[in-house]
């Protein structure tokens, strides 16, 4: 008996010789398919076993980080990911390489991904892909780009994809108001400041704070003082326009980043933000009836000149802070930038306005008038506070840490304050 004989092959047993076909696959813009052999050509039908492929698009959802719930649809036959400028996924992820993985769509509508030599690697279900080979995407597939960036890849209908969109949008944005929240505020600047020099315009930072909005909600309740949060963040949305970022960045302060020509064009348009919110009354309404309010702003603004420097993201957002601060201290309901930034008559802090930014920054405390009162003879003897800062000294940069920061400032307000009390005289 023949031993092969014994075997089961099945309804197509094998026959010597052994014929060899090559097939090859197409599919035309109605996205059929058909199948070439011996110079024919046969449509063929692609087995679907949940959905019809023509409703759904590959995408892939971000899984983690601040940008959580995002999709990103694979419409082109090619998406190159990386952290380049010109990568058509970019992340900015400092894991992940400048040429990190392609993803291609081929002519079945499948979407293969090939790792493009990263060096911290692409990872599929949690096997690495080797460098340069490349794996089918099954639906439910989770990617990870380097050490953070985590992606799924899906087939998703259009109910499904609005569903996931509807999803990111709560996610991202304050519930309040319904501008984009402070996380996502802080993701979104890095990536405009990150592209900044390689831009000819100007980039804009705009810190806004709403004057005295305390006493709203002490005089007329947290329900008042929500709706005009509200409404004023209707007003900045109508006034920024829609290429500016804007977000509600903690209580009343909300902050806007721009592109803009030059650093006037930045302060017009703070001031005309300012003056819409003070022209219109407020009539938010309370538990207790209408009442009808009238707001001011103080802006900060800081600058970023075309093509300049690079710079973090957190030392645009200080410097905004500082002119802030100053704002207030000159009263409120006004605009200051780096340029109208002087010496304040507690805090005294001196800023090169071309170092504002980053650089060292020197401090003296520069009172208004000296004392009236003469002090006492054993103050007297010893050097003041105000002679020992007669000369600059170096306290640091911006880029130090936080902790640094509002330690110098805690000390120089206390200080400051001191040299503007009256000299208590002597017991003798």
Not at 61 to 68: E, H, K, S
Not at 83 to 94: G, K, M, N
Not at 167 to 180: C, K, N, Q
Not at 239 to 249: D, K, M, P, Q
Request: hydrophobic share 35%; proline share 7%; with cysteine.
């Amino acid at each position: 008996m023949n031993p092969s004989a014994a075997v089961d092959q099945g309804p197509f047993p094998r026959r010597d010789p052994t014929w060899v076909v090559k097939l090859g696959a197409s599919r035309d813009e109605d996205g059929n398919v058909s199948l070439q052999y011996s110079g024919h050509t046969t449509p063929v039908l692609i087995a679907q076993p949940a959905k019809n492929r023509a409703e759904t698009a590959p995408c892939l959802i971000v899984y983690d980080g601040a940008l959580a719930g995002a999709i990103h649809k694979l419409s082109q036959l090619r998406t190159q990911v990386g952290r380049s400028a010109y990568s058509d996924l970019r992340f900015l992820e400092r894991t992940v390489s400048r040429r990190h993985a392609l993803l291609e769509i081929n002519p079945l509508g499948q979407v293969v991904l090939t790792d493009l030599g990263s060096t911290a690697g692409t990872f599929v279900n949690g096997l690495r892909l080797p460098a340069h080979r490349s794996r089918l995407l099954t639906p439910g597939d989770q990617i990870r780009f380097g050490e953070q960036v985590v992606v799924c890849f899906n087939q998703l209908d259009p109910l499904e994809e609005e569903a996931y969109r509807e999803r990111f949008r709560r996610a991202v944005s304050d519930p309040l108001t319904g501008l984009y929240n402070r996380l996502y505020f802080l993701e979104e600047i890095y990536h405009w400041v990150e592209r900044h020099p390689r831009r000819s315009s100007g980039l804009a930072l705009l810190l806004i704070d709403l004057d005295h909005f305390k006493n709203v909600n002490d005089e007329h309740g947290h329900a008042v003082g929500d709706r005009v949060l509200r409404l004023v963040a209707e007003v900045l949305e109508r006034a920024l326009g829609e290429e500016a970022l804007l977000s509600r960045f903690g209580g009343e302060e909300f902050i806007a980043a721009m592109e803009v020509s030059d650093l006037d064009a930045a302060c017009a348009l703070a001031n005309r933000v300012r003056e819409e919110v003070a022209r219109r009354p407020y009539r938010p309404f309370g538990y207790g009836g209408s009442v009808q309010l009238s707001l001011t702003l103080s802006v900060g603004v800081a600058y970023l000149p075309p093509r300049g420097d690079p710079v973090e993201p957190d030392q645009m957002i200080r410097a905004a802070d500082l002119c802030l601060g100053q704002a207030k201290r000159r009263g409120r309901n006004r605009v200051i930038s780096e340029r109208e930034y002087a010496p304040a008559r507690l805090i005294g802090l001196e800023f090169d306005t071309t170092t504002l930014m980053g650089q060292a920054i020197t401090e003296r405390i520069v009172p208004v008038s000296p004392p009236k009162a003469v002090p006492p003879p054993e103050q007297a003897a010893k050097p003041s506070q105000a002679s020992e800062s007669s000369t600059p000294r170096h306290i640091g940069s911006l880029s130090d840490s936080s902790e640094h920061w509002v330690r110098a400032f805690r000390r120089r307000m206390l200080e400051a304050d001191q040299l503007d009390r009256p000299a208590q005289p002597s017991p003798e």
